[in-house]
């Protein structure tokens, strides 16, 4: 995206060097990524050298990025300013929303984040609010179907209790912004049939996976690695390595998997889960393993650097997910890249990844019974890692740029 961007701009304003800032509650110096994590930093990665890379958010270590200071970072092996506006704890929740928080934290400082001329990237709409009035361009990224995420009963966004609110928060300042790329492709219509004015700038985006960090191993690799990884677990050598990465949170529903992964074991010794992941719902995860006796096969690791977690999807043998809703997951494109087969609940862009039975099996009713007999047919099978490969293929960063690209057109052009 931000190729065409920022090259529009070097031939339409004589500058030397183009502002690009992501504006987003997440901390870039933090191992705890996440999915929209993940894309962050993604993106930083990919800016081109004539744009000059900035990141407003949070401190997850405020001794070390103390609030309110530009601080000289680098991410991904690229060099940028970053600004924390609050210090925050990625993997709690508080009353008051991290979203509000930030929100009203960006008012605060908004002097500071010299924006007028720059190109801001948001990845959710609220952070857009203090920027209303601004000269800047305007990009939004939004990694779901609110229209239809809000409604969820799993949903743990507290717009959910206030819907109607949020859409005309949405209305008022969706209307400044230049392009809106949404990960789900059944949202476009949807969100262009809402605000018909909008039309031509709302387009489907997938998520990518960035091949040159998300290292493909050989077979006699990954059993090597696989060994190393499960020695301290002391996993059997025959066991099959089942993976969820994830928030333990109701939209991921972890325990879905965990009552699936129950009715396995009622027939299968040689099965392990590792859970990669945090959240509110660990407790009764915990409580669970417990009380059904799996604490000896299923091992909850807490959140994990990125690099390591490509390093487990190397080592499994099938990713597990039981989310309630979903975008298009980035953790299910990095999976399937490594060679990795997955299971999945028919949510978001899940279809559009698992589109035959050779890279997984797509579960059409979120129950246990339905969840497990998929990973079943999965272990069953032949591994097929050139397979889920090819799957993957498209969703390459470099080839999803390239498409993004092709929608930006002249929309950008910045104000003399």
């Known amino acids: 995206m931000q190729y065409l961007l920022c090259n529009q701009f070097l031939q339409k304003i004589s500058v030397s060097r183009i502002q690009v800032i992501q504006i987003h509650p997440y901390d870039p110096t933090s191992s705890y990524v996440g999915g929209i ?21 949070v401190s997850t270590d405020p001794a070390r990025y103390p609030v309110g200071r530009w601080h000289n970072i680098k991410v991904e092996g690229r060099k940028l300013r970053f600004f924390p506006v609050i210090s925050a704890d990625l993997r709690r929740r508080k009353s008051i929303p991290l979203s509000l928080r930030f929100t009203l934290a960006l008012l605060r400082y908004r002097a500071r984040i010299e924006h007028d001329k720059a190109v801001l990237i948001f990845h959710r709409i609220e952070p857009s609010l203090p920027f209303f009035g601004s000269n800047s361009a305007r990009i939004l990224f939004l990694h779901g179907h609110n229209g239809k995420d809000f409604y969820n009963p799993q949903s743990e966004v507290r717009w959910s209790y206030f819907p109607r609110l949020y859409f005309l928060l949405e209305k ?73 990465v994830g928030r333990f949170v109701s ?57 390591h977690i490509l390093r487990w999807m190397n080592a499994a043998d099938c990713l597990c997910m039981s989310s309630a809703f979903e975008g298009m997951p980035v953790v299910m494109v990095e999976a399937l890249h490594c060679g990795l087969p997955v299971v999945s609940t028919n949510v978001g862009e899940a279809a559009r990844l698992i589109s035959n039975q050779q890279v997984g099996r797509l579960v059409k009713e979120a129950s246990p019974a339905a969840l497990s007999l998929g990973i079943e047919q999965v272990l069953a099978q032949a591994r097929d890692r050139d397979a889920c490969r090819r799957q993957a293929s498209p969703y390459r960063a470099a080839n999803v740029l390239q498409a993004l690209n092709a929608h930006l057109g002249n929309r950008l052009t910045p104000q003399r």
């Open 172 to 244: 008022l300042l969706i209307a400044k912004i230049e392009q809106v790329f949404i990960v789900r492709s059944d949202a476009i219509p949807d969100y262009q049939s809402l605000y018909p004015r909008l039309h031509e700038r709302i387009h489907f985006i997938p998520t990518w996976v960035d091949d040159s960090s998300a290292a493909i191993l050989a077979e006699n690799e990954q059993a090597g690695l696989r060994q190393q990884l499960t020695a301290p677990l002391l996993f059997a050598p025959a066991s099959k390595l089942l993976l969820f």
């Open 37 to 57: 994590g993940t894309y962050i930093r993604g993106i930083i990665k990919h800016t081109p050298t004539e744009c000059e890379v900035s990141y407003v958010g």
């Open 251 to 307: 939209q991921k529903d972890p325990l879905l998997l965990l009552r699936a992964f129950h009715r396995l074991s009622q027939t299968r010794q040689d099965l392990h889960l590792v859970m990669i992941g945090s959240g509110e719902l660990e407790g009764e995860i915990r409580q669970f393993i417990a009380t059904q006796g799996l604490a000896d096969t299923v091992h909850v690791l807490g959140p994990q650097p990125h690099q």
